[in-house]
Every structure is written in structure tokens, then in C-alpha cells.
């Protein structure tokens, strides 16, 4: 995969590192400051997504670039395997995320900023809310350290 004659994965993976982190501290913000939920819910989903299409690109244009740079040189993809592992890893990462935050999004109440309070979802069950906070503050932190971890394999490989 090419866009005028670079390879597409080193391209791409520069907006998965600036849209991963930006879903993720909405998710953090929604998770933990319930009066903002009104405010940062859709952010949140519109970001995962882009987010989430953006390590798609990056993951099957990274395999397609390892398979074009092995068939030169055969050491290079035991070389890249660390870096090819993690980024599997924050594949996966990514797509649970998204169902995270999908379901936090329906499930998480808050007022509206509204002086109407149109808008406003109403609480669930603390059991559900706890639980959903939970897991939303976890896969942001999670995906921000995969995402960490992943981009320095990538450059170690790069620039050794």
C-alpha cells in the first residue's frame, strides 16, 4: 500500500498516535467527572472511531509493509516481531475500546448543560455505572500505555 510512491503505514500511524490518546482522555474525563458526561460523550464515540479506523489502517498496511520488506530481506521480520506483537496487541486493544465506550455512552448518566436539561440521560444502576467507569478508566489508560509501548518497537526498529 502506497499514497504517491511512500509506503502508507508510516503515514497513518502518525494519526492513530494523536487520535488513540485524544479518545482516551475522553474516556478518562467521561469516566470520572460525571457532570461533563453531557458534554463529552459523543467526542468520545466520534474519536474512538477514528481512532479505531486509523489502527485498521495501520495494522493491515504494517502487515503488508513487513511482507514487502521480509521478501528482501528474510532476518527483518524475526526483527520486527516484537513491534508486529504489540501491535496486534493494540489491534485488539483498540476494538474492545470501542465497545467500551459504545456501551459507556449508552449507559452512563448525567445532567445536560442545559438550563432545559434536554439531553440528560438519567442514572442507571450504581452497580452499572461503577462497573462501566471502571472499565472505561482502565482501557484509556491501557491504550494510551499500548500505544506508548508499540510506537517505541516501531522506532527501535527504525532507527535502531
Known amino acids: 500500500m502506497e499514497i504517491n510512491g511512500l509506503p502508507v503505514h508510516p503515514l497513518i500511524v502518525h494519526a492513530a498516535v494523536v487520535l488513540i490518546p485524544i479518545a482516551s482522555i475522553l474516556g ?3 469516566a470520572l467527572v460525571p457532570r461533563w458526561r453531557w458534554s463529552t460523550r459523543w467526542p468520545m464515540v466520534g ?8 489502527v485498521m489502517v495501520a495494522y493491515f498496511s504494517g502487515r503488508s509493509l513487513l511482507d514487502e520488506l521480509a521478501s528482501n530481506s528474510p532476518q527483518f521480520r524475526t526483527t520486527a516481531q516484537s513491534h508486529q506483537e504489540q501491535a496486534e496487541v493494540l489491534f485488539y486493544l483498540t476494538m474492545v475500546f470501542m465497545v467500551v465506550v459504545l456501551i459507556s455512552a ?11 436539561g434536554r439531553g440528560g440521560k438519567p442514572r442507571h444502576a450504581p452497580l452499572i455505572e461503577w ?20 510506537g517505541v518497537a516501531g522506532a527501535q526498529l527504525v532507527w535502531g
Open 28 to 30: 478518562l474525563v467521561h
Open 47 to 54: 474519536f474512538a472511531v477514528a481512532a479505531l479506523a486509523a
Open 106 to 116: 449508552w449507559a452512563l448518566g448525567g445532567p445536560s448543560a442545559l438550563a432545559s
Open 131 to 150: 462497573t462501566m467507569m471502571s472499565m472505561l478508566a482502565i482501557f484509556s489508560v491501557a491504550l494510551i500505555l499500548m500505544t506508548f509501548q508499540t
